[in-house]
Nanobody, 122 residues
Framework: QVQLVESGGGLVQPGGSMSLSCAAS????????MGWYRQAPGKQRELVAD???????NYTNSVKGRFSISGDNAKNTVYLQMNSLKPEDTAVYYC????????????????WGQGTQVTVSS
């Protein structure tokens, strides 16, 4: 079993900053990627940013230059630093992990965290 424990979230004013973290635990052979998605009320869940085991990062256009994702392979942890926050960033943020379970099984498994609320408002 795999668990993703998210930390952070809460209320922040526009232009402010907030950090999120997600720590994975359980029986995992190797992570391929970890990242963050978000879902605002009435909208589909969308990718915010992710990072591969090799350190390659990807961001949705709306957060480029404002958000920064990083990871710690040894700790199986991913971080999201959010700066210059806007009201439209308000959403539930979900941690996501893609991984191999065993050495030989090359099926990519996926697991989600419970989500943490980020509210950007004056």
């Amino acid at each position: 079993q795999v668990q993703l424990v998210e930390s952070g979230g809460g209320l922040v004013q526009p232009g402010g900053s907030m950090s999120l973290s997600c720590a994975a635990s359980g029986t995992i052979f190797r992570f391929n990627a970890m990242g963050w998605y978000r879902q605002a009320p009435g909208k589909q869940r969308e990718l915010v940013a992710d990072i591969t085991r090799g350190g390659i990062t990807n961001y949705t256009n709306s957060v480029k230059g404002r958000f920064s994702i990083s990871g710690d392979n040894a700790k199986n942890t991913v971080y999201l630093q959010m700066n210059s926050l806007k009201p439209e960033d308000t959403a539930v943020y979900y941690c996501n992990a893609k991984f191999y379970r065993t050495l030989m099984d090359r099926r990519e498994y996926e697991y989600w965290g419970q989500g943490t609320q980020v509210t950007v408002s004056s």
